[in-house]
């Protein structure tokens, strides 16, 4: 509870103090010392900038969060004692008022440890930390450690690769990382003068699983033990297992029996010939942690009946094998040109200037023209001089432009607090279902059903007191009175700029800028025919053109409701609103508009209809050009593709045709490397790697969460050539394509199935093993954009296939 209430005070003073800069005081750095054969020290340094300090790893109680240091456990060292750290300042601390241990410019840290296999070559860690001056706390922070035990210089300076040792934020996008959690041994117990039991130890790393010898089906590939016996031996039952875990697995979402830290399997075996010296065998698993899986790995064991040292693997492969490991690099480049890449948020002004024209189309409506030349004329002849009206008539419409922005400002409290609530609009199935029923209600009310009013008694108060007051805050409160009283009008237009607003990227940014936008365009008219009042000889009478607006207005806002209900009907899944549906309802809105405007049908405010005017016939023929132009979107032709509505109706895939394929969404996918780069040759198309799995999980939530998302499919859809690579396919290789790989280790991996094969490519090439992984590349194979894995927001994903199509066309 104590750091919880530090913590959230930190944040609360860092968000006040701090909100237009970010704050990293403190580079950790990372290096190592031998003491010995076995003994290494890690060394962790923290630069501290000027001012700052960085708290010890023993402070008081009610103090700061100490400096912490945590270590990823494994089988292949050991700690020694605690983590060292120096002398540093003790002092009445300013901020927390009490004596601490704290460290300035800079502080080193060491950790001794023991080295349990030669073969271990990088130790990984954490640090958390907190850092003040003299005024101000950060909030807690975490960043990786990795300390690399080898002969290379092990302080290294900052780069983009797994190797890293200068650490500041972790970076989400750093991928390139080969996990290899899981080692093997094998050993042999003899239990009779004929009798063995062969012993397979699997060491896992922290976090991790292997799988029992028994799962469900649709589960993850189950351990396979393949022992190749000579003659004269034979096995004595099946290979038994640990008892394990048994529990509701976080990434297949079934019941599974699994191993973590470590497992044990047992083989007995009956040997009847002296010449039988050892057995040899191979095991085939798949590691796991709560997030991803690796491919399917195969690791050689080798048993000695004899007391002989058993070895895994063997280093020697043939020529043929060599030339087609050869053939797996595919030579890439640029991979050094890209880093984490910040993007741009949708265009400020684009969404001004929506607000803006909200707000010309509110000044149509028989809520508020007729208010104009009224009010003009009450400013220009109510004043004593036509410099005070004219003054008056400028600080009326500066504060209806206030008022609007003022609207805009609860949001950023909201957006303060957490900043997904806002941007969250478009996915929550709740939000959308509430906008669309208050887009109805705004329809309904448009067409002259009934009247979406705040309570007179407000705008009666309001209007009493602005004659009572006078002066500049009686102004006030005539702008706020105009506000209530054309509510009814205005309302409906505000809620389609929120809705918009906060379902775009900007959240209650955007939102003020589009309310501004609103409240400028509503408010000029007051200001400028009071500075030029001829001007309002100029204004069309108003008459039955007003409600035309209003019912003209109440068909769009019934079209965009059903946006909102099509945003929670892609989540959930429900199959209500289909492409064709949606279009078909837009179809049938756009032939009701249009019989409306050419007078056919009518609503309760409309008055008799003599003759149709320009207006009305104008935008009744746009009408009917745009049903016309929807037409094809119902059909299950080619030109069902409506480009110029790409991203509002449900993607092309959401159909209520039956359609079919072997590629995710009815993606145009290839499976196979060399098919699909012909394909994007001859269409002129970057590629986008797809290194994924049939029992992948997290790849099934990408292809129906991100990739379904309409404006990420038609990207992938039109833009690029998927090749899908299945590292856990498990479709033979030819005879004449299997071979052995030479991993850098030293171990040998059998490449048998076309998942081993992709498997092997993921890591030659990208020096990354999980899935899912993706990677954009042109016919030359030259890197696009960084390599991206598990991206579950849409937004990031959609702009990194943008950067990548606009690199291409370069």
């Known amino acids: 509870m104590k750091h919880l209430i530090i913590t959230l005070c930190s944040v609360l003073v860092f968000t006040i103090s701090a909100k237009s800069q970010v704050f990293e005081p403190v580079k950790w750095q990372t290096s190592i010392e031998k003491i010995s054969d076995t003994e290494y020290d890690l060394i962790s340094t923290a630069t501290i900038d000027k001012d700052w300090h960085l708290y ?31 002398e540093g300042h003790t002092v009445d601390d300013p901020v927390f008022q009490m004596k601490i241990k704290f460290f300035e410019d800079k502080a080193e840290f060491r950790q001794r440890i023991k080295v349990l296999n030669k073969e271990l070559s990088i130790v990984k860690g954490e640090v958390e930390f907190m850092v003040c001056d003299d005024s101000k706390c950060l909030p807690p922070d975490f960043v990786d450690l990795q300390f690399k035990l080898t002969n290379e210089s092990t302080t290294e300076e900052n780069s983009n690769t797994s190797n890293t040792s200068v650490f500041g934020t972790t970076n989400s996008n750093d991928t390139s990382q080969i996990f290899e959690p899981v080692k093997w041994t094998a050993s042999v117990e003899k239990i009779s003068a004929t009798n063995y039991v062969l012993i397979t130890t699997a060491a896992i790393d922290e976090g991790w699983k292997v799988y029992s010898q028994k799962v469900p089906e649709d589960g993850p590939l189950p351990t396979e033990f393949i022992y190749n016996l000579p003659e004269g031996a034979e096995l004595v039952g099946t290979t038994s297992e640990e008892k394990g875990k048994e529990v509701d697995d976080k990434v297949f979402q079934m019941k599974i029996k699994f191993f973590k830290d470590k497992a044990v399997f047992r083989q007995e075996m009956k040997v009847t010939s002296d010449a039988v010296k050892s057995i040899s065998g191979e095991v085939g698993f798949m590691a796991c942690d709560d997030e991803k899986c690796l491919a399917p790995n195969y690791v050689d064991l080798s048993y000695s009946l004899t007391g002989e040292a058993n070895q895994q693997g063997t280093a020697q492969i043939s020529e043929r094998s060599k030339a087609l490991s050869e053939a797996l690099n595919l030579n890439v480049t640029g991979q050094e040109l890209y880093e984490e890449e910040k993007v741009e948020e949708k265009s400020n002004f684009t969404i001004f200037l929506l607000g803006f024209l909200g707000g010309l189309i509110a000044l149509l409506t028989p809520c508020v023209f007729p208010m104009i030349p009224l009010t003009v004329s009450f400013f220009t002849k109510s004043a004593s001089n036509s410099q005070k009206g004219l003054a008056n008539s400028i600080m009326y419409g500066f504060f209806i432009f206030l008022i609007y922005f003022l609207l805009s400002l609860p949001f950023h409290l909201l957006d303060s607090l957490d900043p997904e609530i806002l941007n969250n609009v478009s996915t929550n199935v709740t939000l959308n279902i509430i906008f669309f029923i208050i887009f109805i209600a705004f329809a309904f009310s448009f067409f002259g059903y009934y009247e979406l009013t705040l309570p007179s008694s407000w705008s009666n108060a309001l209007d009493s007191k602005a004659n009572k007051i006078g002066g500049l805050i009686g ?90 209900l099509s945003n929670a009907d892609l989540v959930e899944h429900w199959g209500l609103l289909k492409r064709e549906i949606f279009i078909g309802l837009w179809i049938i809105i756009g032939i009701g508009l249009a019989l409306y405007l050419f007078g056919k049908i009518k609503f309760p405010h409309d008055g008799p209809l003599n003759k149709l005017g320009k207006g009305r016939i104008t935008t009744g023929i746009l009408t009917i050009a745009f049903v016309i132009y929807l037409l094809p979107g119902v059909s299950n032709t080619k030109y069902a593709n409506l480009k110029l509505l790409s991203g509002f109706p449900p993607p092309m895939f959401y159909s209520i045709y039956d359609k079919t394929s072997e590629c995710p969404l009815d993606l145009n996918c290839y499976k196979d490397l060399d098919e699909g780069l012909a394909a994007a040759k001859a269409e002129n198309k970057p590629i986008m790697l797809d290194f994924t799995g049939w029992a992948c999980v997290n790849c099934r939530k990408m292809e129906e969460q991100v990739w379904s998302v309409p404006r990420v499919y038609d990207i992938l859809n039109e833009e690029y050539v998927i090749i899908s690579l299945y590292v856990d396919d498990r479709k033979e290789l030819p005879e004449d394509q299997k071979f052995e790989f030479l991993r850098p280790s030293g171990n040998v991996k059998k490449i048998r199935t076309i998942g081993d094969k992709w498997a092997t490519l993921q890591t030659v090439n990208f020096r990354n093993n999980s899935q899912p992984f993706y990677v954009l590349l042109d016919h030359n194979m030259k890197q696009l954009n960084h390599t991206t894995a598990y991206t579950p927001d849409d937004d990031e994903y959609f702009r990194w296939l943008e950067k990548g199509v606009q690199n291409f066309k370069k």
């Open 475 to 564: 102004v006030f409160f005539m702008a706020l009175t105009l506000a209530i009283v054309s509510f009814s009008c205005t309302g409906p237009i505000l809620g389609t700029l929120l809705g918009s607003s906060l379902s775009s990227d900007g959240g209650a940014t955007q939102l003020t800028l589009g309310m501004s936008g609103f409240g400028l365009a509503l408010a000029l008219p007051f200001t400028l025919f009071a500075m030029f009042p001829k001007w309002l000889n100029s204004l069309p009478k108003s008459g039955g053109w007003l409600n035309t607006v209003k019912v003209v207005l109440g068909f769009i806002e019934l079209a965009l409701a059903l946006k909102f």
């Open 56 to 86: 010890s790893q023993n402070v008081p109680e009610e103090g700061p969060i100490p400096t912490t240091f945590n270590y990823v456990k494994s089988s292949d060292f050991e700690l020694i004692d605690a983590t060292k750290e120096e």
